[in-house]
Nanobody, 123 residues
């Protein structure tokens, strides 16, 4: 069992930055791929970014590539999402999730989810 708690969301301005954190419980955190998804009102939850358990080969959705950076600190059981050059269309609830096996971009392959943190970007 893994429990995830996101933090760092809030109100940002277009062109600004925010950093999200996701703290995980469980001694096997370092073995899992960690993903970030987001869900805007009236839309489906979509893939944002993921990072493998060894911390290499991050993956990004095209809409955030070059603006968002995913990283992890296995010693702290924490994964981060640094967001810069924010846009109003980045407004959503952001979720972190654990992938034990499967495709990093497939929402249905993720096993554990956090409760989400709201990010609102004003123009």
């Amino acid at each position: 069992q893994v429990q995830l708690v996101e933090s760092g969301g809030g109100l940002g301005q277009a062109g600004g930055s925010l950093r999200l954190s996701c703290a995980a419980s469980g001694r096997t955190f370092s073995l899992y791929t960690m993903g970030w998804f987001r869900q805007a009102p009236g839309k489906e939850r979509e893939f944002v970014a993921a990072i493998s358990w060894i911390g290499g080969s991050p993956y990004y959705a095209g809409s955030v590539k070059g603006r968002f950076t995913v990283s992890r600190d296995n010693a702290k059981n924490t994964v981060y999402l640094q967001m810069i050059s924010l846009k109003p269309e980045d407004t959503a609830v952001y979720y972190c999730a654990v992938l034990r096996s499967g495709s990093y971009y497939q929402r249905s392959d993720y096993d554990y989810w956090g409760q989400g943190t709201q990010v609102t970007v004003s123009s």
